[in-house]
């Protein structure tokens, strides 16, 4: 039940810039967008979120389009171990009436040498 | 400052065998969630502590699988009779209040033979 669609892989060439697109068509008004990664074997690690305005902070730059429709997840300059799966998410309530992250296949970075 | 820490990293117990995983989360951060992941497979969400309010539940797989939180801080996550399908990674994470950002802790592998 995941909201946002992403493509299941990208390479960046070391140094260079990694855009993640993400499509999340469906969003509300009110739905923040999480990026998190998740380098094998360890925890989700948060990275960016936003709402409207576009986004930056020492790991990423975080682009929403004016209709919010989309949004991309900018790296400004890759390393190796930025090589991980990457998530964009968009918090989905619960049956018991909370909210919760759903990750859903999330695109697999792997900067290259 | 310390983030969100889980024990054990790695849990090995026989099928049938009840666990026990704990769960420590950023000091001060009122939301708790318990996530499990499968190999290959999304964020699965188990349930959601948030204060002294009745916990958020609807995630749990089956009445074998239950989480107390004593203090509102430290949260352990108990799976009774294991079976093996109930290998995974489980996954702890924390948020100053809920509807914030949450942050992950590592994750304790548990592999039922």
């Known amino acids: 039940d995941a909201k946002t669609t992403q493509p299941p892989s990208m390479d960046c060439a070391e140094g260079r810039a990694a855009n993640l697109p993400c499509n999340h068509s469906t969003i509300s008004g009110n739905e923040y967008v999480y990026w998190y990664r998740q380098i094998h074997s360890q925890g989700p690690q948060y990275i960016i979120h936003?709402?409207?305005n576009n986004e930056t902070n020492e790991m990423a730059s975080l682009i929403i389009t004016e209709d919010r429709k989309s949004s991309t997840l900018i790296l400004p300059h890759a390393t190796l171990r930025d090589t991980a799966v990457y998530y964009c998410?968009?918090?989905?309530?619960?049956?018991?009436?909370?909210?919760?992250?759903?990750f859903g296949k999330g695109t697999k970075l792997t900067v290259n040498p | 400052g310390a983030g969100v820490s889980q024990s054990p990293s790695n849990k090995v117990t026989e099928k049938g065998k009840d666990v026990e995983l704990r769960c420590d989360p950023i000091?001060?951060?009122?939301?708790l969630y318990w996530y499990r992941q499968s190999l290959g497979q999304g964020l699965e969400f188990l349930i959601y502590?948030?204060?002294?309010?009745?916990?958020?539940k609807s995630g749990l797989p089956s009445d074998r699988f239950s989480a107390e939180r004593t203090g509102g801080s430290v949260s352990t996550l108990t799976i009774q009779r294991t079976q093996q399908e109930d290998s995974a990674v489980y996954l702890c994470?924390?948020?100053?209040?809920?509807?914030?950002?949450?942050?992950f802790g590592p994750g304790t592998r548990l592999l039922v033979l």
């Open positions: 000091s001060g951060h009122t939301a």
């Open positions: 502590f948030q204060g002294n309010s009745a916990p958020d």
């Open positions: 936003g709402l409207k």
């Open positions: 994470a924390s948020s100053q209040n809920r509807g914030e950002t949450q942050y």
């Open positions: 998410i968009v918090r989905v309530a619960t049956q018991g009436g909370s909210e919760k992250l759903v």
